[in-house]
């Protein structure tokens, strides 16, 4: 405690002897309050003036010296600030920005804070809350700040490529707008659910069966102050209360509910409201990009790799196979007869055949071995970390192309694979390309013994 007394008195900051009265606080403004505490590299709180402790909901500092800072921020919260923002003071001085703490009795609130390092290993923590209107609701400040966390987390949303990523981000950015007990994103389509609870991790749960459902089909905000008192919802849990659920555009719904009885306003429901237009228009472009890709690099017809994908992946594949010094295989594949049955039947059935055998290379291969329609009826499979064992995979490819000629109705006459395979060796001097150059000179061998 010497070390950081010493600290206090040269920096001119509240002394112990003054830990107990806002006298001593002084970065007090009209602004909202500010109050103090210093941190030990530990995390635990071994200064603490009143004014700090009231604006956590604490009547004295003594309730919190000597605690640790779980006690006042959720676990996200801080690894955020350990991770991200504890770093920075190497650089730079002073750290300030916008925060989310825990109020006495685990309420959730946003509050400004500043932490700056003291010359050994300690932290000061200058924390000042949103200023409030007389009628004692969030006055311009607090909507401000509401404003000010959605914009940036619409921003970070924007950014981002993937589904997953952008439903956890949008659970993020509730955490920093709305109080709630739990949250929630229903995508119906996709029967896909996440949750968030603020009482005690994430979770996989859902709030209630029919509330969502109802918001996404009347395509309107739903708000109320009992939940319970509406059964055709069925509610997961006798503690939820205060609820709002919000349509994603015709996707699902966000839901946010409190244990607490009328928790949310009409002001959390716009705030609601505008972070799920943006997560709608956000999901369905990344939702029709998927779409796009996924047609840029399949075939049309089999729905197998294309040619375009095979370039693609040709370079990560060589990377991985030189630097664990691993084998690739390339068997390439033609089906033999196949102009007669575009000239017997017709080419409707020469395409079904083709998704037939396509689906029996899909199905006959290793999870990591990569099967692609090369152009026509040829197909090529690519077997990463394989040898010689490409020999076992032909083997299975005859047996099962004879059982399949038992048992399709689609031609009357019996049709096999030309197959011819090669390797490729990092440590020799045949490139890649030329590999599958010299497994398709093998299938057009195999073809002519075949004929």
């Not at 640790?68 to 190497?90: A, C, K, S």
């Not at 692609?372 to 009826?377: K, N, S, V």
């Not at 096999?416 to 395979?421: K, R, Y």
Request: proline share 3%; glycine share 10%.
């Amino acid at each position: 405690m010497g070390r950081i007394k010493d600290w206090l008195l040269e920096t001119g900051g509240p002394s112990p002897k003054n830990a107990g009265s806002n006298n001593g606080n002084r970065g007090y403004s009209s602004h909202g309050r500010q109050g103090m505490a210093v941190i030990n590299g530990e995390g635990e709180i071994t200064y603490i003036d009143a004014t700090f402790a009231t604006i956590f909901g604490y009547t004295g500092a003594g309730e919190l010296l000597e605690s640790d800072l779980e006690t006042l921020y959720p676990q996200r919260e801080l690894g955020r600030i350990n991770v991200e923002i504890i770093p920075q003071l190497e650089e730079q001085e002073v750290w300030e920005g916008r925060v989310t703490g825990f109020k006495k009795g685990e309420k959730k609130f946003n509050h400004h804070l500043s932490i700056s390092k003291t010359s050994g290993d300690d932290f000061v923590w200058k924390v000042k809350e949103s200023p409030v209107s007389q009628a004692g609701l969030p006055g311009l400040g607090g909507v401000e700040e509401q404003l000010s966390t959605l914009r940036q987390g619409l921003s970070a949303l924007q950014e981002l490529t993937t589904e997953g990523e952008i439903l956890r981000e949008t659970l993020d950015i509730l955490d920093g707008i709305i109080n709630f007990d739990f949250c929630a994103v229903q995508l119906d389509e996709e029967n896909i659910h996440v949750a968030k609870s603020n009482m005690g991790g994430d979770g996989f749960f859902r709030i209630g069966e029919g509330l969502g459902q109802l918001s996404s089909e009347r395509g309107k905000v739903v708000r109320g102050d009992h939940l319970g008192e509406y059964p055709e919802f069925e509610p997961k849990s006798d503690y939820f209360n205060s609820f709002i659920s919000v349509p994603v555009g015709d996707m699902g719904s966000v839901q946010v509910v409190s244990r607490a009885q009328d928790n949310f306003t009409q002001g959390d429901a716009d705030l609601l409201q505008i972070l799920t237009n943006h997560l709608s228009e956000k999901l369905s472009r990344v939702q029709l990009e998927s779409a796009l890709k996924t047609k840029a690099i399949h075939d049309q017809l089999t729905g197998l790799y294309n040619r375009h994908y095979l370039t693609e992946i040709l370079a990560k594949e060589v990377e991985r196979a030189d630097r664990y010094n691993h084998k690739i295989a390339f068997l390439m594949i033609d089906v033999n007869r196949f102009k007669d049955v575009n000239d017997s039947y017709s080419h409707a059935i020469g395409d079904q055949v083709l998704r037939e055998i396509g689906s029996l290379l899909r199905d006959n291969v290793r999870g990591p071995d990569i099967v692609f329609r090369y152009g026509g009826d040829e197909f090529l499979i690519l077997l990463p970390e394989t040898g010689e064992g490409s020999s076992v995979v032909i083997e299975r490819l005859q047996d099962e192309m004879e059982e399949w000629n038992e048992e399709n109705d689609l031609v009357d006459f019996p049709l096999s694979l030309a197959m011819g395979n090669a390797k490729f060796d990092p440590r020799e001097d045949l490139t890649v390309e030329e590999t599958i150059g010299e497994a398709d000179r093998s299938m057009y061998e195999d073809k002519k013994r075949n004929n």
